[in-house]
Nanobody, 123 residues
Framework: QVQLVESGGGLVQAGGTRKLSCAAS????????MAWYRQAPGKQRELVAA????????NYADSVKGRFTISRDNAKNTVYLQMNSLKPEDTAVYYCAAGETSAFLRLDEYDYWGQGTQVTVSS
């Protein structure tokens, strides 16, 4: 069974830093496109960042470009999201997603999802 488990969420002050991790099991991780999505109360789930299986290409939402970095360590079956210069508008539940493809995907095209981890940015 494929499982994705996020960790690293919590409370952080505006301007601060937080790093999220997503550990995958039950899949050939090096073949999976990975992404981070987030969902704030009353809003649709939105893409934060995505990365191709070998880490050669990345894609970011305009709202996080220059502040967030997605990376992966295929030897550890883990994808990361480094979040810098956090803003209150970054407050959301952050979800890890995996797809059985080498292409960037839309939300409803990802095959597996984690349970999410809450990130709260205080002002």
């Amino acid at each position: 069974q494929v499982q994705l488990v996020e960790s690293g969420g919590g409370l952080v002050q505006a301007g601060g830093t937080r790093k999220l991790s997503c550990a995958a099991s039950g899949t050939i991780f090096s073949r999976n496109a990975m992404a981070w999505y987030r969902q704030a109360p009353g809003k649709q789930r939105e893409l934060v960042a995505a990365i191709t299986p070998a880490g050669g290409s990345t894609n970011y939402a305009d709202s996080v470009k220059g502040r967030f970095t997605i990376s992966r360590d295929n030897a550890k079956n883990t994808v990361y999201l480094q979040m810098n210069s956090l803003k209150p508008e970054d407050t959301a539940v952050y979800y890890c997603a995996a797809g059985e493809t080498s292409a960037f995907l839309r939300l409803d095209e990802y095959d597996y999802w984690g349970q999410g981890t809450q990130v709260t940015v205080s002002s």
